[in-house]
């Protein structure tokens, strides 16, 4: 079924910026100009890291190596500013400390959208639907911690998503755009599962992704799904029983380069995406 008529346009997605707000800007802005595609809006899968200042840092669940201030500050100040609006989740490396003081989500700075816990947004007549966080068996039952208990409690307790979330974005319904951190579990083609021996987090394909991502999925029916923490790019399908299946575009790290980015069109014909690892298409 086509999408409702919409006017086309163009927005960007994009995997874990891990604070390096600064290349993601760029890389995307020399694409814009090189494709001659202008974008309304970027989509951002979490790991984005929105820093302010130490205190924000110290709030962050990571090993002490891989914290690092990183460029938002910039943008909160105003000395640089996003040239599109940005809306991103949460992974499982952000500052809860100051994104769970809105946890149904809020604006950070100029063109700049924390999505929340669990939330649907009107994006351009799209639908798009995020859910931060990453699944740990033993506290999905449980609810959030307050932040009263940072500093007492590991900052790794405020990285998951919950039940709540799940049923949350269940209530929404449908969905045009899912955007998740994890993947959904089950996408890996059967020609593609020797790729995925000894990755990151994942020691084979049974256990890439998480089962509530695919239940989303299912649920939801998104044309696509937006996920990156596994810091390795890949394209996947989920069909359904009845309707169009859901394409999955699954995203590298922006330090990893090209394959932490995809452009999509969309019109009344559907979402397709423009961009193959960073390399335009004909349109």
């Keep these: 079924m086509p999408l409702p008529s919409l006017e086309s346009f163009c927005f960007a997605a994009v995997g874990d910026v891990h604070g390096r707000m600064h290349r993601m800007v ?3 802005q020399a694409w814009s100009k090189r494709a001659r595609h202008e974008l309304d809006f970027v989509l951002q899968v979490g790991d984005f890291e929105p820093h302010r200042d130490e205190a924000d840092l110290a709030t962050m669940a990571a090993p002490a190596r891989h914290k690092h201030l990183g460029d938002f500050a ?3 100040q105003k000395r640089r500013h996003f040239p599109w609006p940005v809306h991103f989740i949460g992974g499982n490396h952000e500052p809860h400390g100051y994104l769970d003081t809105e946890p149904r989500g809020f604006q ?11 939330s649907a947004v009107d994006l351009n007549g799209l639908s798009v639907v995020g859910v931060s966080g990453i699944h740990d068996a033993a506290s999905f039952q449980k609810p959030h911690p307050p932040l009263s208990l940072l500093g007492s409690v590991s900052n790794k307790a405020f990285t998951f998503f919950h039940e709540e979330d799940i049923e949350r974005a269940l209530a929404f319904g449908r969905a045009d755009v899912l955007v998740v951190h994890d993947w959904p579990s089950g996408i890996i083609a059967t020609q593609d599962r020797g790729a995925f021996a000894q990755q990151r987090r994942s020691p084979d394909a049974d256990a890439v992704g998480n089962e509530y991502a695919r239940l989303l999925t299912e649920a939801l029916q998104p044309r696509l799904v937006l996920c990156g923490h596994l810091h390795k790019g890949y394209r996947g399908v989920l069909a359904h029983t009845s309707g169009p299946p859901s394409q999955v575009c699954c ?10 980015f ?3 069109q969309v019109s009344s014909l559907g979402i397709r995406e423009i961009t193959h690892l960073g390399t335009p298409e004909p349109a």
């Excluded at 950070?108 to 669990?118: I, Q, T």
């Excluded at 995203?251 to 394959?259: D, M, R, T």
């Design 108 to 118: 950070l700075a100029p063109n700049c959208h924390y999505l929340g816990r669990s």
């Design 26 to 28: 760029s890389f995307l």
């Design 74 to 76: 910039d943008y909160h």
């Design 251 to 260: 995203l590298a790290s922006v330090e990893q380069g090209a394959e932490a």
């Design 262 to 264: 995809a452009v999509f």
